[in-house]
C-alpha cells in the first residue's frame, strides 16, 4: 500500500521566515503526490501537486514543493511566511483501488502556526 | 465556478439513529468521493464513484452506512444506525476524472456528533 509520512504534528515559524512543511512517501512505481491546506471549519484546499516533470513544483498562495527521488520526500515551503498561512497541512499520495480507479492516501497532518 | 455543496453543515443525532448528508459536487466533474475524518487524523476515503456507478467501497461499513449517486450528480451519504465511534467530519469530494492526476476538490464538510 501507498503511504505518506509526516513526521512533525506541528511547525511554528515567525512571520517573514522561510516555512518548511516535511513529508516523506513510500509507492510502488511513480507517486503522484498532493499538498492540501485545511482552515478551521472548511474543507481540504488544494496546494500543488507532482505527477511528472520538473522537482520544484509551485502552487497556490506562493506555496512550492520539491520532488527528491532520491530521499523520497516532498516537502513543502514558502521563502516568507504570513500569519493567515496558519492552518491544518496535509500531503497525500495516489493509491490505486480494486475498481480501477485512484483514491488519496493521506498523512496525518502538520499544524503551522506562524506567529508575529 | 462554484465549489462542492454539503449540507448540512452541522448535525447532532444519539446513537442508533439515522442521518443522510447531501453533495452536489462541480459541474462536470465525473468522479464523487466520501471521506470520513476523524479528529486529528487525515481523511479517509469510504467511497468513489464514477459518474453513477461505484468504483471502491472497500473502506465502508456497509452493514450500517450507504450511498448512492443515482443520476451521477449528486449524492447521499447515510448512516443507519449510527454508533458513537461515527462522530466525525465527513467530507465531499470531486474531481474532473479518476485518472489520478487531477485533483480533487472538497467541499466543506459536515460535522456530525453523535451522542
Given at each position: 500500500a501507498q503511504s505518506?509520512?509526516?513526521?512533525?504534528?506541528?511547525?511554528n515559524v515567525a512571520e517573514g521566515n522561510p516555512l518548511t512543511v516535511k513529508c516523506t512517501y513510500s509507492v510502488s512505481g511513480n507517486p503522484y503526490l498532493f499538498w492540501y491546506v485545511q482552515y478551521p471549519n472548511r474543507g481540504l484546499q488544494f496546494l500543488l501537486k507532482y505527477i511528472t516533470g520538473d522537482n520544484l513544483v509551485k502552487g497556490s498562495y506562493g506555496f512550492e514543493a520539491e520532488f527528491n527521488k532520491s530521499q523520497t520526500s516532498f516537502h513543502l515551503k514558502k521563502?516568507?511566511?504570513?500569519?493567515?498561512?496558519?492552518?491544518?497541512?496535509f500531503c497525500a499520495v495516489r493509491e490505486r483501488v480494486t475498481g480501477g480507479g485512484n483514491k488519496l492516501t493521506f498523512g496525518t497532518g502538520t499544524q503551522l502556526k506562524v506567529e508575529l | 465556478e462554484a465549489g462542492v455543496a454539503q449540507s448540512p453543515r452541522y448535525k447532532i443525532i444519539e446513537k442508533r439513529q439515522s442521518v443522510a448528508f447531501w453533495c452536489n459536487p462541480i459541474s462536470g466533474h465525473a468522479t464523487l468521493y466520501w471521506?470520513?475524518?476523524i479528529l486529528g487524523q487525515g481523511p479517509k476515503l469510504?467511497?468513489?464513484?464514477?459518474?453513477?456507478?461505484?468504483?471502491?467501497d472497500s473502506q465502508l461499513p456497509k452493514d450500517r452506512f450507504s450511498a448512492e449517486r443515482l443520476k451521477g450528480v449528486d449524492s447521499t451519504l447515510k448512516i443507519q444506525p449510527a454508533k458513537l465511534e461515527d462522530s466525525a467530519v465527513y467530507l465531499c469530494a470531486s474531481s474532473l476524472d479518476w485518472s489520478?492526476?487531477?485533483?480533487?476538490?472538497?467541499?466543506?464538510?459536515?460535522r456530525l456528533t453523535v451522542t
Open positions: 505518506v509520512a509526516q513526521p512533525e504534528d506541528q511547525v521563502p516568507s511566511a504570513l500569519v493567515s498561512d496558519s492552518a491544518l497541512y | 471521506y470520513q475524518q469510504l467511497i468513489q464513484f464514477q459518474n453513477n456507478g461505484v468504483v471502491d489520478g492526476r487531477s485533483e480533487q476538490y472538497f467541499g466543506p464538510g459536515t
